[in-house]
């Protein structure tokens, strides 16, 4: 199991110790996983942190986020709550799925559906430490990020 953004570090670029640019964990580089079942936002989402440094895993679906999280161990997840998904009930079942297995793993919920009090509460219930309604300030987004980084 991964541990919660462990030994993060922000780089300036052109770090004098490193070269590198932008946040580093165990790897060197901040790793985050988006998933979102619309190509589109997974894209976006995976550009904009791109260009701050970060590896970018992206997937559309439980299953394969499941997978990800297993091999690659992200430092974050960004998630859409309602994630299409035939077998389970989407973004929900992943949120309760990673809090079962991964206890420490920050996860960030961006969703459509994040406008009222009810959403609010049972994201938190489930575990999730955010949850931001689309279309969402990427600027915002990352700064929350890279609170959670620092």
């Not at 929900?92 to 420490?104: M, V």
């Not at 959403?119 to 689309?134: F, I, M, P």
């Amino acid at each position: 199991m991964p541990a919660a953004a462990d030994a993060l570090a922000y780089h300036p670029s052109g770090c004098d110790k490193c070269g590198q640019t932008g946040y580093s964990g165990r790897s060197g580089v901040f790793e985050l996983l988006v998933v979102d079942d619309e190509p589109k936002i997974r894209e976006q989402l995976q550009g904009a942190f791109d260009a701050k440094g970060c590896r970018v895993r992206t997937s559309g679906s439980v299953e394969e986020a499941l997978v990800e999280v297993s091999t690659h161990q992200p430092q974050l997840v960004l998630l859409d709550l309602k994630l299409e998904d035939e077998q389970t009930d989407g973004g929900q079942e992943l949120l309760r799925r990673l809090r079962t297995s991964w206890p420490l793993l920050p996860i960030i919920v961006v969703t459509g559906t994040c406008t009222d009090e009810a959403t609010h509460q049972t994201v938190q219930e489930l575990g999730a430490l955010e949850c931001y309604h689309k279309p969402i300030d990427l600027r915002t987004l990352q700064r929350k990020v890279f609170q959670l980084a620092a």
